[in-house]
């Protein structure tokens, strides 16, 4: 499997930008692919992710982040808005389950290697 993740940068407080994870060699669908995130000494932790069908968002994106794919170029997106410094950390896509106890967590498949977000305030 390759995973390819781009889109992260450095942006302002407030401002926007939109992750993208191109794989090859694994099918995306609506389901077992999301976004995880690590900050500087903080454990990593789920963003967002699909499951039987349906998004899920952890409580800091909720109504500022917004997953989705693209089946025709096999690309899974995270779109981020008003984005605040504490969203500031290393993004990765990878194979991902969900419950309602631990939200997103990541699952055996594939692990894309990062791409650094700064929001600067």
């Known amino acids: 499997v390759q995973v390819v993740e781009s889109g992260g940068g450095l942006v302002q407080a407030g401002g926007s930008l939109k992750l993208s994870c191109a794989v090859r060699?694994?099918?995306?669908?609506?389901?077992?692919v999301g976004w995880f995130r690590q900050a500087p000494g903080k454990e990593r932790e789920g963003v967002s992710c699909?499951?039987?069908?349906?998004?899920f968002y952890e409580d800091s994106a909720k109504g500022r982040f917004t997953i989705s794919i693209d089946n025709a170029k096999n690309t899974l997106y995270l779109q981020m808005t008003s984005l605040k410094p504490e969203d500031t950390a290393e993004y990765y896509c990878?194979?991902?389950?969900?419950?309602?106890?631990?939200?997103?967590?990541?699952?055996?498949?594939?692990w894309g290697q990062g791409t650094q977000v700064t929001v600067s305030s």
């Open positions: 990878a194979t991902s389950r969900y419950s309602d106890a631990l939200g997103c967590y990541e699952d055996a498949g594939f």
């Open positions: 060699g694994f099918t995306l669908g609506p389901s077992g």
């Open positions: 699909f499951s039987d069908g349906s998004a």
